[in-house]
T-cell receptor
Framework: DAGVIQSPRHEVTEMGQEVTLRCKPI?????LFWYRQTMMRGLELLIYFNNNVPIDDSGMPEDRFSAKMPNASFSTLKIQPSEPRDSAVYFC???????????FGDGTRLSIL | KQEVTQIPAALSVPEGENLVLNCSFT??????LQWFRQDPGKGLTSLLLIQSSQREQTSGRLNASLDKSSGRSTLYIAASQPGDSATYLC?????????????FGKGTHLIIQP
């Protein structure tokens, strides 16, 4: 039974470069969430999709961040241009509907030099 | 702004002890509360979910309780084992506006000594 799949697992790049993180939710799940985890702030919601439509992007820190969900089985989180303060672990999670258990991927550990 | 607080931040106990992790939240208008486990360098594993209408949930040696009116939840771990060592996170899904995703506590880092 495949869980939430994220790629890449690790990304190291220089500041100013474009970064694209990818997520495949669990099949049949209609809600998808992107979170960011840092030592200082813990886990914070970036954006929430319901049926592929962005519902709440109030957690997206700046215009440099964008997220898309072109279909029910794929989502991307893009940072352009990247900055060192974007370094964090980015998690994707999905649930059948919003108020059911969320299942998390293994995350992408992003380092911006 | 909704806040979730976990106490203690870290805990180290010998193997075999029963222990309680605490979680408090500021707004009682919740859909549910979820406890997760996170191992180093890994994602989050869902342990238990308590809906707002429920008082507790059990899974094996784990028992989670919810007191919505006082804004508190506890995770009870019976007969702890070294394999229970991890960070335990409490997260609340609010039913009010302004937070469509989970609001997380900072976690309790648990070490079970063999």
């Amino acid at each position: 039974d495949a869980g939430v799949i994220q790629s890449p697992r690790h990304e190291v790049t220089e500041m100013g470069q474009e970064v694209t993180l990818r997520c495949k939710p669990i099949s049949g799940h209609n809600s998808l969430f992107w979170y960011r985890q840092t030592m200082m702030r813990g886990l914070e919601l970036l954006i929430y999709f319901n049926n592929n439509v962005p519902i709440d992007d109030s957690g997206m820190p700046e215009d440099r961040f964008s997220a898309k969900m072109p279909n029910a089985s794929f989502s991307t989180l893009k940072i352009q241009p990247s900055e060192p303060r974007d370094s964090a672990v980015y998690f994707c999670a999905s649930s059948f509907v919003r108020n059911q258990p969320q299942h998390f991927g293994d995350g992408t550990r992003l380092s911006i030099l | 702004k909704q806040e979730v607080t976990q106490i203690p931040a870290a805990l180290s106990v010998p193997e075999g002890e029963n222990l309680v992790l605490n979680c408090s939240f500021t707004d009682s208008a919740i859909y549910n509360l979820q406890w997760f486990r996170q191992d180093p360098g890994k994602g989050l594993t869902s342990l238990l979910l308590i809906q707002s209408s429920q008082r507790e949930q059990t899974s094996g040696r784990l028992n989670a309780s919810l007191d919505k009116s006082s804004g508190r939840s506890t995770l009870y771990i019976a007969a702890s084992q070294p394999g229970d060592s991890a960070t335990y996170l409490c997260a609340v899904l609010y039913s009010g506006g302004g937070a469509d995703g989970l609001t997380f506590g900072k976690g309790t880092h648990l070490i079970i000594q063999p």
